[in-house]
């Protein structure tokens, strides 16, 4: 009964705390079946012949949210292939346990091991967006990691290797830009290249570090103006 109240109060515009509200949507999709949405796509299916795999962190399971076709689905679990750029869900159709590719347009973004990815329009190869790792988000300026796997076949040894890199953007009101160091920065912004660089000097940073590239883009986003 608590939970049918909890249901009655978001419908009717009342404020709950984050996990009440958590806890109504779960039972509400559950019961009445929205949770179909969702797994729609198609099979997914991958090679590990060798040490190494493509997915994000590691080849288990996850638990994470998804925002899928404009609703959050909760405590799914996930992978994150990041050699393809692909979100996989785990789902039990019928006492049967299948993953499942999902459709990559109608996600807005997804967490997965504590993370948050968001789908961004930097183009890649074969599509017109990535999803990227959002570790800062102002009113202004945001700050992303871009994780990749590259697939490395030897036919020889018939094993599947992944090479993993990271690359790193800033986002600027919805425009994103590859930043390889604190030069790169301040050509981006040259009108606060005096600004970044006694930032950067009262403060240590290091442009041989990324990290550091996050501290002065959280930084400008406070001091922009």
């Not at 012949?49 to 998804?66: C, I, Q, R, T």
């Not at 909760?74 to 346990?97: A, C, W």
């Not at 790792?133 to 076949?153: L, V």
């Not at 090479?163 to 050509?187: A, P, V, W």
Request: aromatic share 14%; net charge positive; proline share 1%.
């Amino acid at each position: 009964m608590r939970t049918l109240t909890l249901i009655t109060l978001i419908l009717y515009g009342y404020t709950c705390t984050s996990q009440e509200k958590k806890i109504a949507v779960k039972w509400f999709d559950e019961k009445v079946g929205n949770y179909s949405g969702i797994i729609n796509g198609k099979a997914y299916k991958f090679e590990m012949l060798g040490y190494s795999h493509p997915f994000f962190k590691d080849e288990s399971l996850a638990s994470g949210n998804v925002f899928y076709n404009n609703q959050l689905y909760y405590d799914n679990e996930l992978l994150y292939d990041i050699s393809s750029d692909i979100l996989v869900l785990k789902k039990d159709i019928r006492g049967i346990s299948s993953l499942i590719q999902l459709n990559s347009l109608e996600i807005g973004y997804f967490t997965i091991h504590e993370r948050k990815f968001v789908r961004t329009p930097v183009k890649k190869l074969n599509a017109d967006y990535t999803f990227m790792e959002e570790t800062f988000k102002g009113d202004r300026f945001g700050f992303y990691r871009r994780h990749e796997k590259t697939r490395e076949a030897s036919t020889k040894k018939k094993i599947i290797e992944y090479e993993e890199s990271i690359s790193y953007y800033i986002s600027d009101n919805g425009k994103y830009s590859r930043l390889q160091n604190g030069k790169k920065l301040m050509k981006i912004y040259p009108e606060l290249k005096d600004k970044i660089r006694n930032f950067a000097r009262a403060n240590d940073v290091s442009w041989r570090h990324h990290d550091d590239l996050l501290i002065v883009v959280s930084f400008l986003d406070k001091n922009w103006q």
